[in-house]
């Protein structure tokens, strides 16, 4: 702890990008300007997160000396999405239709209601549909003297090359564990303990660091996931173990997208000004069955992530195992375990493991790219990871 504590800068939340905050601080201080740009890094490494502080660094009031200060107001409006020359597109909500990107690039060829940028943030650029890619393409070629495009998706192959070839690129890397935790501590004022163990379960990812950090339930999900490689002792096991996963990670699921379902619905009403009773509007229907669509689709997409961060979590006791078995030395992702862990590799072959990792990634890509319901996905998974006979405990 240092006697003066420093006002933290918008910088301050990019967890390990040492790099990319660089370059993007000489940017705002007019070194290396561009109008169009591309942030890439895998889930959870915070790709919007740098583009918005990138965005509140142009608006600052400090810029270009000290750009990102954390404390104007206009780094504040930014970070706190109120600042009128900032749009955030987020498809959290529904899909990145054409429709949505001709009206920001509408917005796009105006100049900014301020003295600076007008900055188009895309969370996610790969969910582009192909006509909307085709009608960003030509804001990005032509764009306005002061608006800037920062798109983001986990890796450039994510984004066509016509789209890519106009963008600078920013790549942010996997955080350290120790990045993660000392981040945690700074942050949330987690005990220093938790911190670490929530940081190595994070693998790298900071939203998922922090809920496993400050909620408990979180936690206790994921133990009873990881706990599971080890209760792999028979049939039923390995089908009690799918099916639990199946249904609880519905469950989470339904607890994000509920809310946000609920509140779509209301806001649809009020726009046609549907009430109780009352007569509606005869596009009304067509509209409330497009969003019911979308709802339903995104209901799946998060189910899916869902259950794949399952599987990432179980994939990582058996790539402890495998450590352990080659004589690695430092801490495991699942150092709590350790004691699972060892009779993974006195009952297993590093080479079962392996055979084992390759299993559960088949699961994953029969439910994401062949749509394979998860439950029955899970369920061969399990049965194929499995114990060798007489490996009980
Ligand atoms: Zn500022």
């Given at each position: 702890?240092?006697?003066?504590?420093?006002?933290?800068?918008?910088?301050?939340?990019?967890?390990?990008?040492?790099?990319?905050?660089?370059?993007?601080?000489?940017?705002?201080?007019?070194?290396?300007?561009?109008?169009?740009?591309?942030?890439?890094?895998?889930p959870g490494?915070?790709?919007s997160?740098?583009?918005?502080?990138?965005?509140?660094?142009?608006?600052?009031?400090?810029?270009?000396?000290?750009?990102?200060?954390?404390?104007?107001?206009?780094?504040?409006?930014?970070?706190?999405?109120?600042?009128?020359?900032?749009?955030?597109i987020s498809t959290s909500g529904l899909s990145l239709?054409?429709?949505?990107?001709?009206?920001?690039?509408?917005?796009?060829?105006?100049?900014?209601?301020?003295?600076?940028?007008?900055?188009?943030?895309?969370e996610d650029?790969d969910r582009?549909?192909?006509?909307?890619?085709?009608?960003?393409?030509?804001?990005?070629?032509?764009?306005?003297?002061?608006?800037?495009?920062?798109?983001?998706?986990p890796?450039?192959?994510?984004?066509?090359?016509?789209?890519?070839?106009?963008?600078?690129?920013?790549?942010?890397?996997?955080?350290?564990?120790?990045?993660?935790?000392?981040?945690?501590?700074?942050?949330?004022?987690?005990?220093?303990?938790?911190?670490?163990?929530?940081?190595?379960?994070?693998?790298?990812h900071?939203g998922r660091?922090r809920a496993l950090?400050?909620d408990?339930e979180t936690?206790?999900r994921r133990?009873?996931v990881?706990?599971?490689?080890?209760?792999?002792?028979?049939?039923?096991?390995?089908?009690?173990?799918?099916?639990r996963i199946a249904e609880v990670s519905k469950e989470e699921a339904e607890a994000l997208t509920g809310d946000l379902d609920a509140r779509e619905k209301?806001?649809?009403?009020?726009?046609?000004?549907?009430?109780?009773?009352?007569?509606?509007?005869?596009?009304?229907?067509?509209?409330?069955?497009?969003l019911l669509k979308e709802q339903k689709t995104r209901a799946k997409r998060r189910h899916l992530d869902v259950v794949d961060r399952a599987l990432m979590d179980?994939?990582?006791?058996?790539?402890?195992?495998?450590?352990?078995?080659?004589?690695?030395?430092?801490?495991?992702?699942?150092?709590?375990?350790?004691?699972?862990?060892?009779?993974?590799?006195?009952?297993?072959?590093?080479?079962?493991?392996?055979?084992?990792?390759?299993?559960?990634?088949?699961a994953r890509?029969q439910m994401l790219e062949?749509n394979v319901p998860p439950a029955?996905a899970l369920?061969?998974?399990?049965?194929?990871?499995?114990?060798?006979?007489?490996?009980?405990?």
């Open positions: 702890m240092t006697a003066v504590q420093q006002a933290p800068t918008v910088w301050d939340g990019l967890v390990g990008q040492r790099a990319a905050i660089k370059a993007l601080r000489a940017a705002a201080s007019g070194h290396g300007m561009s109008h169009a740009w591309l942030f890439t890094g895998p490494s915070g790709r997160n740098a583009a918005m502080a990138f965005a509140a660094a142009l608006q600052c009031d400090r810029a270009p000396a000290e750009p990102g200060c954390g404390q104007c107001h206009a780094c504040r409006t930014v970070l706190g999405g109120t600042h009128a020359d900032v749009k955030r239709g054409v429709r949505l990107v001709r009206d920001l690039v509408r917005s796009a060829s105006l100049s900014p209601v301020g003295q600076r940028w007008q900055v188009i943030v895309v650029a582009l549909t192909e006509q909307a890619v085709n009608a960003l393409l030509k804001a990005i070629e032509e764009p306005a003297e002061r608006t800037v495009w920062m798109l983001c998706a890796t450039v192959e994510d984004v066509l090359p016509t789209v890519r070839s106009r963008c600078r690129l920013v790549t942010l890397s996997t955080p350290s564990p120790r990045d993660v935790a000392g981040f945690l501590v700074a942050r949330d004022g987690v005990p220093e303990a938790l911190a670490a163990s929530a940081a190595r379960a994070s693998q790298g900071i660091a950090a400050r408990p936690r206790k133990n009873e990881v706990a599971m490689p080890a209760k792999l002792t028979s049939l039923g096991a390995c089908m009690r173990c799918a099916a209301v806001d649809l009403d009020a726009a046609y000004g549907v009430v109780e009773r009352g007569r509606r509007p005869r596009e009304y229907a067509p509209a409330l069955a497009e179980l994939v990582s006791v058996y790539r402890d195992a495998v450590a352990l078995a080659s004589g690695a030395t430092g801490e495991l992702v699942n150092e709590e375990i350790r004691a699972d862990i060892e009779w993974l590799v006195e009952t297993s072959s590093p080479e079962l493991n392996l055979q084992r990792i390759g299993w559960i990634f088949e890509e062949f029955l369920e061969s998974m399990m049965v194929s990871l499995r114990a060798p006979d007489g490996a009980g405990r």
